[in-house]
T-cell receptor, first 110, second 111 residues
Framework: GENVEQHPSTLSVQEGDSAVIKCTYS??????FPWYKQELGKRPQLIID???NVGEKKDQRIAVTLNKTAKHFSLHITETQPEDSAVYFC?????????WGAGTKLIIKP | ETGVTQSPTHLIKTRGQQVTLRCSSQ?????VSWYQQALGQGPQFIFQ???????GRGNFPPRFSGLQFPNYSSELNVNALELDDSALYLC??????????FGPGTRLTVL
């Protein structure tokens, strides 16, 4: 079955710097890759997603890149702000399921 | 357009008991997926319901069961509760292959 690995588990960056979170997946049939942000005690919220027919997608300060050959995808956050502090999860679809990574705790240092 | 709701918000049970969690899907959505999120971990897929039929199941034992109703709301039932079942249970509604919208979750504690 699908396995999604996410790195790093914790990422601490200075406010204003960029943050990059990376995920790899195993199921070559996966074609939908969402990223969720979860603040403490709250529900996951979709922040950006990408489908396999696209290599990159941007939404203001957030971008996602996908390399289907290498089976990895990455989340890029530029000009980080204190409100970006949260846990970020990547996921990949497999047989109508979403398989999630273990999460990255992003800490924005003032 | 109403969002995804779940009830109850918190629940405390003892080992061996049974529990039913409820989820109301967002207007226009026909698919509900259930996840278990243990503390400090990512959500684990339990199962998905599409038009009242189970449409996929994760690696959970049969004591985890569910239902979807004609209005696309859903229930998750867990029998013979174990301590390891303590977690946040999330439901997400969507159109069949669309973006999943999550409810606020039910925090289940098993003592």
């Amino acid at each position: 079955g699908e396995n999604v690995e996410q790195h790093p588990s914790t990422l601490s960056v200075q406010e204003g710097d960029s943050a990059v979170i990376k995920c790899t997946y195993s199921d070559s049939a996966s074609n939908y890759f969402p990223w969720y942000k979860q603040e403490l005690g709250k529900r996951p919220q979709l922040i950006i997603d990408i489908r396999s027919n696209v290599g990159e997608k941007k939404d203001q300060r957030i971008a996602v890149t996908l390399n289907k050959t290498a089976k990895h995808f990455s989340l890029h956050i530029t000009e980080t702000q204190p409100e970006d502090s949260a846990v970020y999860f990547c996921a990949a679809d497999s047989n109508y399921q979403l398989i999630w990574g273990a999460g990255t705790k992003l800490i924005i240092k003032p | 357009e109403t969002g995804v709701t779940q009830s109850p918000t918190h629940l405390i049970k003892t080992r061996g008991q049974q529990v039913t969690l409820r989820c109301s899907s967002q207007s226009g959505h026909n698919t509900v997926s259930w996840y278990q999120q243990a503390l400090g971990q990512g959500p684990q897929f339990i199962f998905q319901y599409y038009r009242e039929e189970e449409n996929g199941r994760g690696n959970f034992p049969p004591r985890f069961s569910g239902l979807q109703f004609p209005n696309y709301s859903s229930e998750l039932n867990v029998n013979a509760l174990e301590l390891d079942d303590s977690a946040l249970y999330l439901c997400a509604s969507s159109r069949f292959t669309g973006e999943q919208f999550f409810g606020p979750g039910t925090r289940l504690t098993v003592l």
